[in-house]
């Protein structure tokens, strides 16, 4: 086997170690190879992309404009190997040192390999957003009281794109979401596919005025998807946003919502549930977390990308 193929079979069976929900390790097709040598004669490799999203592009409303992302290969070397790469890929970045704001070096890794933390947050980067996934908890029983939840029409577009709007506000303080001038029209857009598309959204109401949002999807990670680098194979629902009027936030809004949204999961006989949240975000990291989601991937990011360390 080739070095990076040796280290692919190592990180697989050490990732398995760590998580049993992470799926095999996959090298990359395309990217600029790095690669760093450690004490004891070991080798670890990575291949650095870069990506920079159009003005315009959705990809900006949570991305900054700029990104270079690593793709780690370090077999089980933990912590040492993430080091040595780490090291390497700052030299690499140094020689053309992009201090723009709106520029990220991003790195994905497995939330429980804790080793490896160590060496991400010595190196300057932040624990922006993780991956979380809720198994098969079943459905919780929620006592309405005077909310209601139904599914949204196309004719509820403006108070959709209203809560979501919110959102994007109240992440961007605490993550890595960005409000761009094009943002209400872009959430507008996908959120009429969405709707047209009768994926799962949700809206709670009292006395007929809209409090809550959850705009949720599917997502198949199966073979030659995008997920099955990050998800267990099979068919999972998707939480891409969740939002409650600022007023009506801790009144168990957000908590019937989910408890609607898990029932449909739990119907459609998926594999799980799964939804990205920013760790630093006081009200999700807790309600997440009881609503049975844990972490499996952490998204880790430095803003400018010059700042890399
Ligand atoms: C995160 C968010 C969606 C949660 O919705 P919410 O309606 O505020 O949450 P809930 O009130 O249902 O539940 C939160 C907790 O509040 C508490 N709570 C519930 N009812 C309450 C009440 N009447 N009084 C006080 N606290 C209450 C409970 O501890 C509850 O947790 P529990 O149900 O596990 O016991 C909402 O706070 C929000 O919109 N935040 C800003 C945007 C955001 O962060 N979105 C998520 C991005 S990933």
């Known amino acids: 086997m080739t070095l990076v193929g ?5 990180q697989t069976a050490h990732f398995a170690g760590l998580d049993p929900l992470l799926p095999a390790a996959t090298g990359l097709a395309r990217g600029d190879a790095v690669s760093a040598a ?16 159009p003005p315009g592009s959705a990809n900006r409303l949570w991305s900054a404009a700029r990104v270079w992302e690593l793709v780690p290969v370090l077999g089980g070397t933990g912590g040492a190997g993430m080091d040595a790469l780490l090291r390497a890929w700052q030299h690499r970045m140094a020689g053309q040192a992009d201090f723009d704001p709106d520029s990220a070096c991003v790195l994905n890794w497995p939330s429980r390999d804790v080793g490896a933390t160590r060496a991400l947050l010595d190196h300057g980067l932040v624990p ?12 919780t029983a929620v006592r309405p009281g005077q909310l209601t939840v139904r599914r949204a029409r196309t ?19 605490v993550g890595s979401a960005m409000i761009r001038p094009e943002a209400a029209a872009l959430k507008r857009e996908a959120l009429a596919t969405r709707l047209r598309s009768g994926d799962p959204v949700w809206l709670a109401e009292h006395d007929g005025v809209i409090l809550g949002l959850a705009e949720c999807g599917w997502t198949e ?7 099955a680098a990050r998800l267990p194979r099979g068919r999972w629902g998707y939480v891409n946003c969740v939002s409650v009027l600022p007023g009506a936030r801790g009144s168990g809004v957000g908590r019937l919502l989910m408890a609607t949204a898990h029932a449909e999961f739990e119907r459609a006989g998926v594999a799980g549930s799964y939804l990205y949240f920013n760790p630093p975000n006081p009200l999700s990291s807790v309600f997440w977390a009881r609503q049975g989601y844990r972490p499996l991937w952490t998204m880790w990011e430095i803003r400018p990308a010059g700042a890399l360390r």
């Open 6 to 10: 040796d280290l692919l079979a190592a």
């Open 38 to 53: 450690l004490p004891d004669g070991g080798r670890v490799a990575g291949l650095v992309n870069f990506t920079e999203y």
């Open 128 to 139: 922006l957003s993780v991956l979380a996934v809720r198994e098969h908890l079943g459905a």
């Open 155 to 173: 004719a509820d577009l403006d108070a959709t794109v209203e809560l979501s709007m919110l959102e994007l506000e109240y992440s961007a303080l």
């Open 221 to 227: 990670s199966g073979p030659h998807t995008a997920a």
